[in-house]
């Protein structure tokens, strides 16, 4: 969830601070002097299924550059639900990767990808879809559709309807997030097969709503996660822009998105890692842990962990910031690039 949000900022404002403006069929760019918005010829725009295609790739190559990193991230984070002191004290990066090497072997470090690569398609189209609607619907309720000079009613809009978008979009999507986790938290016993056998599993084992554990924390956190990366993100460029006017555009959009995912990420982690926990709850048979709701989760964590245990996993997730955002940006402009020489069909 968190990569989602600073993505989707990096890749709006990316590039010369372009903002796609869906009812006239044509980019924007906010001009930082007078904040005039200044439509660009149709030819340099993509459609929106184009549009949809291209950020799907980008983030499915991200994320399959980054499984490894994002794996650790899972496993750091629920080990303090069935393990001991002693075996939380000796948990790091290398010895955790090293067992993985061991006993699972390489190809490891990709399990639960693919859902996380079925996931991502679906949950940018949502997104994509829901945000143009809950944007519309706000700008009728506020009076804003020509009122384009006023930018904090213009950030209200993207700031909530991108929240209503994110929630929705989690929501519908949520499933294919809990048997992410649930296969990449696999170690030794395999239980769940693939992603099929795991939702038959756990539909059968836990009922439906065994699909959507944690989803309260989920959802808590898409409003500070969004709020966080779109206003660091957008403090840090506007700063940087002020003092060095003539740096690259895309140096600025991938350092700015990079300390914004930090900053969100530090911020929200301990919702994150409740949620995963949550996940987890009841998988393979095993006894339930936690059974006294989100907050109740905090405080057991708290007490038999500390607070270090809510940020426990946080170091491989900072790794794979910077890489994540690039590797999203470049290839989204690429796609880009290749999709809008392709010629339309009138």
């Known amino acids: 969830m968190q990569t989602e949000a600073r993505v989707g900022v990096v890749i ?13 069929g044509s980019v924007a760019v906010d001009g930082a002097p007078a904040r005039k918005l200044v439509a660009l010829h149709q ?24 499984a490894p990193l994002a794996r ?61 609607r809950y944007k519309n619907l706000l700008q009728f309720i506020l009076r804003t559709e020509s009122q384009r000079e006023n930018m904090s009613a213009d950030i209200f809009v993207r700031l909530v309807g991108g929240g209503l978008a994110g929630i929705t979009a989690a929501s519908v999507t949520y499933p294919l997030d809990l048997v992410r986790t649930r296969l990449a938290a696999q170690t030794n016993v395999i239980y769940y097969r693939g992603i ?40 840090l460029r506007s700063y940087w822009q002020s003092q060095r006017p003539d740096d690259s555009t895309v140096l600025v959009s991938l350092a700015c998105g990079s300390l914004s995912g930090i900053a969100s990420s530090t911020a929200t982690f301990p919702l994150d890692l409740v949620r995963r926990r949550m996940q987890l709850e009841g998988a393979g048979g095993r006894a339930r842990v ?29 790794y794979k910031a910077v890489p ?4 999203v940006f470049m290839t989204y402009e690429k796609m880009k690039q290749i999709l809008s020489d392709i010629p339309a069909n009138d």
């Open 196 to 235: 099929w056998h795991a939702l038959h599993t756990i539909s059968k084992e836990e009922g439906v709503f065994g699909l959507y554990k944690g989803l309260g924390a989920s959802l808590l956190g898409v409003g500070p996660n969004l709020a966080i990366s779109f206003s660091v993100y957008d403090t």
């Open 43 to 66: 030819k340099s725009q993509i459609g929106t299924v184009s549009q949809l295609l291209a950020g799907g790739v980008a983030g499915a190559v991200s994320k399959t550059c980054t």
């Open 324 to 327: 994540s955002i690039g590797i």
């Open 72 to 132: 650790l991230t899972i496993l750091f984070q629920v080990q303090g639900m069935h393990s001991d002191v002693v075996t939380l004290r000796k948990a790091s990066i290398w010895h955790e990767a090293s067992r993985i090497v061991r006993e699972e072997g390489f190809r490891a470090f990709w399990k639960g990808n693919l859902v996380t690569i079925a996931h991502r398609l679906p949950y940018s189209s949502i997104s994509f879809y829901a945000f143009e």
């Open 12 to 24: 709006e404002s990316g590039g010369g601070q372009r903002a796609l403006n869906s009812n006239h």
């Open 290 to 318: 936690y059974t006294t709701g989100l907050f109740g989760t905090f405080g057991c964590i708290i007490r038999n962990e500390g607070l270090r245990g809510l940020y426990r996993g946080i170091l491989p997730e900072y």
